[in-house]
């Protein structure tokens, strides 16, 4: 039954927040919660080193399949699919059963259609591969925000996903390091086997080691005290559906739907843009990619932490996290001249800030649910955000799809990239122009 909700003032709540986030730290004798993000970070390159793949070996699959762009583009649509149907059901289940038994049931799934890869006969196996993969991978996001949400307070929030999300610039760095190498040594499908059963390796650190805060042994009393510092929550069930009709939601979910879909062009069609451009091909867009990718990275944890500082300095959540995120969002607006740039480094660098301005726009846009919803809610709210944000990349996998047969020209896709976060940004003031916490399900008490 659905606890009755509880008013407060919104001026005096963020201000509260505000002002706690503003104190020194409390001595803290432990720091396990900096190991769980640990595993969170290694999860997400994992995760990325395994969607990511495809478009590394776009060149090799469409020589043996025979792709043309649509192909391409309709494979890259199947796993959007699933990852917008695994999302809605991932977010439920997390909430359901807790973070770590469904972080360990997402990995499991998603690294078993990642190996499964390696065996495929047809390019309709291989569009039922990716499918599969889609409906694991997309647990990977609700679990660890539900982790950070019950092993962080909400002043180091915004810096704990910052540090994990970066995992997906790792996971992008590895790949056309490692990838390329194996493939030219051992073939395609020994890429996919030899680093699905590599990953397993994880799966066994977090079931040993993972466990909510209270019920973890080496977390000292001043460390959980600092974890449970924010206003304590009112128990009880967050109904799913009630979820549509909160503007909270809509909050997380509009721009999710406007700049995860950049993101999925990023990962999946840069080879073939660096190919293409500069006649690069498997064995020399390596290096650029890395380059792009460790801007990535930069952006990712700077994004965090430049909120979390401003939070530490008094400043309010919600002006925190729209400074920040007006500067990401004006630092993408220059990839839309990179189509008529015609030097490689020069060109690299501007999809790398680019790239960071994502990460860091994503460090804080992922902490929404956790600022503006009970922790109950966290993993079904992210569920319907991921949903949006995978429909836009299905839409974008068409677009890309069409413009190349049609122009062969990347043009208009790096003008969507480039305006597409300030449009997020606007989308974020207007539907909740304070960002202070719902009042519907009594969020404190």
Known sequence: MLTEPVEWDGDAEESNVAASCAEPDVPIVSRVRWTVCGLLFAATAINYVDRQMIGVLKPVLEQEFGWSEAHYADIVLWFQAAYAIGFLVAGRFVDAVGARLGY????????????????VGSVAQFAAARFALGLGEAGNFPSGLKAVAEWFPQRERAFAIGLFNAGA?????????IVPAITLAY????????????SLVWLV??????????QHAKVAPAELALIRSDPVEVAGKVPWLRLFAVRETWAYVVPKFLTDPIWWMFLFWLPDFLGKRYGLDLTSFGIPLVVIYLLSDAGSVAGGW???RLLQRG???????????????LAAVPIVTVQYVDRLWLAVLLIGLATAAHQAFSANLLTLPSDLFPRRAIGSVVGIGGTAGAIGGMLIAKFVGYVLDLSDSYAPIFAVAGSAYLLALLAIHVIS??????????TVI
């Not at 073939?187 to 590599?198: D, E, H, Q």
């Open 187 to 198: 073939g395609w499908r020994m890429a996919f086997i030899a680093t699905g059963v590599i």
């Open 104 to 119: 360990a049931v997402a990995f499991t799934l998603w690294t078993a259609a990642h190996i499964a890869h390696g065996l």
């Open 306 to 308: 430049a909120s979390s």
């Open 169 to 177: 610039n790792v996971g992008a760095i590895a790949t056309p390091l």
């Open 205 to 214: 650190a977090w079931l040993a080691f993972y466990r909510r805060p209270e």
């Open 433 to 442: 122009p304070r960002l202070q916490p719902t009042r519907s399900f009594g």
């Open 315 to 329: 400043w309010s959540v919600n002006a925190a996290r729209k400074a920040t995120m007006l500067a990401c969002a």
